[in-house]
């Protein structure tokens, strides 16, 4: 069979035909481009037996025109699957173009989540590292020289260690708080006047015992804990929880506790308020019974011991034990399912949006102007309680929303990974990288198709062919569970499919190339690992490589449907425009096997219909495949002698007939096709009073048997 191929692939005509096809398929992009280039739709119509209606241009381009993955479609709607077939080996419709795939976007959400226990850690961390050296610090300079100390005890303040000097950092700590003039008292914010107050420097910078006692350490802990934080995480609990102990029972007016931020939020945790109510009206809430009853929320009342006009009775507390424990426990509900929300509502939030992108700018777009334009009434958060998308973006790359700009960031995203001299190259810095690599957008800053290592055209066409490669011949509860078990098998190779960047990748995954093979009808137990790499190093287009030396073409498309460079890593150069690498070479070798069927056909009808049944048997489902084509309905009566008066039976009769001689299920074994190609073959020769069967020649190499021996050999195979 190679051998009749290759002879036609070099003839003038056919070689010419197909040079034109190859170099020119890649350059059409609409489909009036394809039917009105005669040479390139003809080849084309004739690859996939449908040379007959070439002329018929309108109807063929509503069969590229249709969408597939519809079974409505115009392409599907036909009874002749020839036509759906010719349409799926092109892509006219297009690959879709997206901000991300199903795989980017689960990997950074994930990243996303990941980055949260390692913020608790990252915490831990410094705070162990700040305990472990504050009390061997003995002078203000030891302090300020150590960097990490010295950003520890800053951000506890909620003060930028970036833009302090250490003079006034100095200055600040040493400074005398009883003097009204002293640098601390004259600073700007309070937060100075605190920090002084939290380390016992004498103004010359020394210590008198220790630069802070136990519980001041153990106050910055609690502030270090609470700035540090951008997430409600288990250890922001914990220290909400000793501050909240610690300071809001000896408050003696409900106005002295909404005045601090912490307690204040606190409480608006514990009892659901909103974040948008004022202070006044919390405190109002804690004790005035009328403004409660006309506010619709009395609860507070129960919890705090504060009188009409919001003080604490002498001798008493703004909170006993009791409400403090049942507070807690209050708090403790509310603020775990707060932590719960802000990670469903960024994660929710982040899907829904990306999905929309369809550019840098729809990105970086806020949510107040998504949700204005979105009319997006029925979501109940305020844009502003929802995570930003880019915000959940850097944060799972580890990136600070304040390291970069919107403008930095626009430059970055439509930055090419592979270009050395591109912006984020430029910026040497990998988180920026793992970035730009979980987006697909380009330099202009639109979305694109995703490079995949198989088109995603190719991923949809595969999962197709498996699915009928595993529910053949099957019905009722087997045919479901064969569908269950190959839409799970479809669902790992549509995930792990957008993860393969290399060759190595792919050949180690064993369930990935079981599920490529025995979705072309090929027996993974066939073709060892070592084969498989061979074919996939082989060069298609060195006509002696090892991929192209094989008996079955089917391998060489197989690797030609994947996205591979010389070296095995994913590479955008075989991808093509409307039909993949592989598309085409399938194509072609559909061209000429039609095309030596035609040349057999004159010469011998008889081998035209044993090339064709060769050919077609592979795809036969069912008895009434065969009984609605003439082709194969003449190969059967000639195989097994059926009389005339066969044709004129009931239809069903017909049906099981044939599958009393044919057992429909190995027609895609090779070995039983060739058996009934012979017994075809030495009967139509007999009849035809052939001595020589040209059908053999071509289908097996068999030139040496003569017909009246091959016609015994059938006769006793069929007893």
């Known amino acids: 069979m190679n051998t009749s191929l290759n002879r036609v692939a070099n003839e003038s005509t056919v070689a010419r035909d197909t040079a034109y096809y190859e170099e020119n398929i890649g350059k059409v992009t609409t489909v009036d481009e394809f039917v009105d280039d005669y040479r390139l739709f003809s080849y084309a119509m004739k690859a996939y037996g449908l040379e007959d209606m070439t002329y018929a241009k309108a109807f063929m381009k509503k069969i590229l025109e249709s969408d597939l993955t519809d079974d409505s479609s115009f392409a599907n709607s036909l009874t002749d699957t ?31 989540e990941d980055s949260f226990a390692a913020e608790e850690d990252a915490i831990q961390t410094e705070i162990d590292y700040y305990e472990s050296k504050i009390g061997s610090i003995t002078s203000v300079d030891q302090l300020i020289g150590n960097d990490r100390l010295r950003s520890y005890v800053l951000e506890s303040f909620g003060l930028d260690a970036t833009y302090t000097s250490k003079s006034y950092l100095k200055q600040v700590l040493t400074s005398d708080l009883s003097d009204t003039n002293s640098v601390a008292n004259q600073a700007s914010s309070d937060a100075w006047r605190e920090l002084a107050a939290s380390f016992n420097f004498n103004t010359d910078g020394s210590v008198n015992g220790s630069a802070q006692t136990s519980d001041q350490i153990e106050d910055l802990r609690l502030d270090y804990i609470y700035n540090a934080s951008t997430y409600p995480s288990d250890l922001l609990y914990e220290a909400n929880q000793a501050y909240w102990e610690k300071n809001a029972a000896s408050v003696t007016t409900a106005t002295e506790l909404v005045s601090d931020e912490r307690l204040l939020s606190y409480v608006k945790t514990a009892f659901g308020l909103r974040d948008t109510i004022m202070a006044s009206s919390v405190a109002s809430l804690m004790s005035n019974e009328s403004f409660a009853s006309v506010y619709g929320n009395t609860e507070l009342l129960d919890y705090f011991n504060f009188e009409t006009d919001g003080t604490v009775t002498s001798g008493e507390s703004a909170l006993s034990s009791d409400q403090i424990t049942s507070l807690a426990s209050k708090y403790k509900t509310a603020f775990q399912e707060d932590q719960q929300a802000a990670v469903d509502d960024a994660l929710s939030n982040f899907e829904t949006r990306i999905a929309a992108v369809t550019n840098i700018d729809d990105f970086l777009t806020t949510n107040s102007d998504y949700y204005e334009s979105d009319d997006n009434t029925d979501n109940d958060d305020t844009y502003d309680e929802v995570t930003e998308i880019w915000d959940v973006a850097l944060r799972a790359y580890g990136i600070d929303p304040d390291e970069v700009s919107m403008s930095e960031l626009r430059k970055i995203l439509a930055s090419d990974v592979d270009d050395e001299d591109s912006y984020v190259n430029t910026l040497d810095d990998e988180r920026y990288v793992n970035l730009v690599k979980a987006f697909n957008f380009n330099s202009e800053g639109e979305i694109e198709v995703p490079l995949l290592v198989q088109s995603e055209n190719v ?119 409307i039909q993949q690498r592989g598309g085409t070479l399938e194509t072609v070798n559909k061209y000429l096997r039609q095309t030596l069927e035609e040349e057999q056909g004159d010469a011998n009808e008889g081998v035209r219909l044993a090339l064709y049944f060769q050919r077609m048997a592979p795809s036969i489902t069912s008895a009434y495949d065969i009984l609605g084509d ?35 299920e190995q027609l895609q074994d090779p070995e039983y096709v060739e058996k009934l190609v012979k017994r075809y073959t030495a009967l139509y020769d007999t009849e035809n009073g052939t001595t020589d069967s040209a059908a053999l020649s071509i289908l097996t190499g068999v030139n040496s048997i003569s017909a009246d021996t091959l016609l015994a050999v059938a006769q006793l195979s069929a007893k």
Do not use: H
């Open 630 to 664: 003439d082709a194969l309905l003449e190969f059967f009566n000639t195989a097994f002698s059926m009389s005339d008066y066969f044709s004129s039976q009931d239809v069903e009769k017909q049906a099981s007939t044939v599958e009393n001689f044919i057992d429909l």
């Open 459 to 577: 991923i949809n066409d595969y999962a197709s062919a498996y699915t009928d490669q595993k529910t053949r011949f099957l019905e009722g509860t087997e045919l479901d569970d064969a569908q269950e078990a190959a839409d799970e098998e479809i669902e790992y190779y549509k995930t792990q499919m957008e993860t393969i960047t290399t060759l190595d990748q792919f050949l180690a995954d064993e369930r990935l190339t079981s599920f490529v093979l025995e979705a072309k009808g090929i027996d993974p137990e066939s073709v060892t690992s070592e084969e498989l790499r061979q074919m996939f190093e082989s060069d298609l287009t060195d006509s002696k490589s090892y991929v192209n030396t094989l008996s079955d073409n089917t391998f060489a498309e197989i690797v030609a449907s994947f996205n591979f460079d010389s070296e095995g890593n994913l590479s955008s150069d075989p991808v093509g425009t």
């Open 82 to 112: 020839r036509y759906a077939e010719f349409a799926a080996a092109f892509n006219f419709s297009g690959e879709t173009a997206k901000a991300q795939t199903s795989v980017q976007t689960d990997t950074l959400l994930a990243a996303y």
